[in-house]
């Protein structure tokens, strides 16, 4: 069993074909291009803000905790081929030593598979803009990715005299990474600047909710310009970075980091013919199978999932659907059965103690999907609203016009608010109407909830106006 | 309209009721015996331990308020009789002044119904053992009972000399009230002794789970006697309490709290030859009528529910089913159509920073349902674990052998952990297996969630194991 890529699909595949299978019965070798395994990209912002304190911290299982249960792990090597009908792969180890795991630097050669996982993961987007790979620009997809951008604000923050620098630092793109990592500059100490071009952050969010983000931003003094398309990066004479520019003007950075979202990588898997869907991902069936293929396998960041609201494919990545798919792979390759169900599109982010969570589809994805519906927002505590700290969060639901199905819920607000997005994920799961909704069974005390939970006073909403519809 | 009590059911169904008939086409009268309307008991614990300022706050809508809306609310007056041929029902009116409101003290009236609904509530139990009603002991039940207790702690705490003493406090009973008041208690700066005749405390949980709530109100001082069955006060030569004794001993009380759980108030509808449930409350169809009954409905604390999981009424008191109860009952009363589908028995409390929740069977319940299960309980925590303030919790997963259904949840623990029954309860509500909830599409990022959310982890380990089973 051949795993190309180390990271949560690719080694908790290879972990749970080990539980499987004895290494008699299966040898299992994962080929790592980088230098770290199983280690949390969504962990990076909070190590930058200095919420987790080391690198080591964010990873999950270290290349010899996987080789102590018998899964040979190589670092620094890259895949380069995939030879379908060979049943091999050929790697290149590009190692800074090389040694024992990753074989001498630059050498090329074939290793055979009988059965293949593809978990290359996703790379940011950098788009082929004048300066975008200048010095101090900086993507925040891997720990490496991590570590340089670390690096580069140590540097930075090291004024000429000793004291430290207040650095302007400009993000480009206020999606989850923009909005995680502004919050970690702020931390810092240093001003920030977040760049989009779309009306308003989050455009994870509907426009209104995402308003309520850029509030909260805007009140931790975060410079927040949407509308805002960048045309390039205006760089030094040393080749380093010193202001995003954008048509309405330039923004003044000595650091700037890139958020603007990932592409599935999906070169290699494209060069060996297989099938890849309208977002460049990999396209596999309910047992995470390539399509067409009857010993490859491919999960996480590299795939395209099923929507379960949409009933299409999309992609979609994020570390708990990696980790359910590795999950799901392993158990395929040792022999057994399982199946990944798809996915509702549940996300949930903070700025500082605003938080920011949504399941199922925006108003413009319910359109773009051929449904009608009604649209309700309502504002709700999450506690009582006589016990201390009640705070009111804003909960947004679409439902289908005559079904009255739940399409959708977004939630922003304080303490509480974010996780309540659960009750909304599981529901559409389940293909619940808002009208069920509201006899829903939900954890109440003064001090976890109101008697009407904001999501069932939402629903309670959503059905009223499902019902004045009609037709 | 006629409505026999005037708070969460009573007044929810008047105020549903009013929103869909105007005054011309529907009079709504509801007699309370109390003074006060739509109050949350739930809340008196934190009114005890100072989380919530005063009384009013407890207060949703006053009878002013009520009577604005066009609500007939007359206060001090009891329901002593229902004369279903009749269309009737007596009161007597026992105010302080009586009054427009109330009428003249100790007048009694009948006044005739179209539409009836008995929302009478609950009464706390008080074993009929010597010294239950002495001075000191006091029920949690109503605002007055709260305002009784709070006069009564504020005259013992006041000590000769003018400081302020701490107080020996026994809390009978280690259920939601019991914990809750505990707290209060000791956030009051009393010494706490609760007393339990089970063999731990919170037996809404299974006796393990119990044990982590044991621990943690240890942890806070509280000094929890289980397996104590209590067999009287000990009262002064003034009628005060003193002691409370057990089999075991006597535990000195300054202040004796009775939380052992509350009976339907139903002896006025018993007395009306209206058919109650084996637990003493009312038996209504899924409209919320009276069983047998076309005018009649009844909701709130005084009726069985129907449960989702064992599929028979069961007595669950709790406010958030009575607010759904009078939603149904007002709108149907009006004229318009509404169900409420049962519970799947969803509860949450805490004692200081340690959540406790569960939802649908415990092992005994689903034992006596006769059903057949796998139980797991698994460690996890609620954040990444390499995020800061990441606490375990504990998990206990109860699934049906063969179908693989889930049967129950419980929890334990610090921050995040209560709220995630909902989880649970909105996957038991739709009938879900611990298979189907594996792949679950949650929210997760790292302030909020590891990749596996604790409750899938449980769905894990439970689906694991019934497939290990088999038949």
Partial sequence: MVIIGGDAAGMSA???ARRLRTEDELEIVAFERGAFTSYSACGIPYWIGGDVGSRDELIARTPEEHRKRG????????VTAIDLDGQRVRTRAHGAA???AGGPRGAEEWTGFDKLVIATGARPVRPSLPGMDADGVHGVQSLGDGEALLDSLAAAERADGGARRTLRAVVVGAGYIGVEM?????RRGHRVTVLDRAEQPMSTLDPDMGALVREGMTGLGIDVRTG????????DADGRARAVVTADG????????????VRPETALAEAAGLPLGDAGGLLTDLAMRVRGQR????????????DRVTRRPRHLPLGTHANKHGQVIGTNAGGGYATFPGVVGTAVSKVCDLEIARTGLLERQAERAGLRFVTVTVEATGRAGYFPGAEPMRVKMLAERRTGRLLGT????????GKRVDIAAVALTAGMTVEEMTGLDLGYAPPFSPVWDPVLVAARRAASEVRAQGS
């Fill in 295 to 306: 010993n490859v396998w491919a999960g996480g960041d590299c795939v395209e999932v099923f």
């Fill in 98 to 100: 090389g040694g024992a």
């Fill in 250 to 261: 330039e923004h003044e950075a000595d650091i700037v980091v890139l958020g603007i979202g």
């Fill in 71 to 78: 899964i040979d792990v190589r670092l620094h090597t890259e």
């Fill in 14 to 16: 290879a972990a749970q």
């Fill in 410 to 417: 977004q939630i922003v607000g304080r303490e509480g608010a």
């Fill in 228 to 235: 805002a398309a960048v045309t390039g990066i205006r760089t």
């Fill in 182 to 186: 502004s919050e970690a500059l702020i």
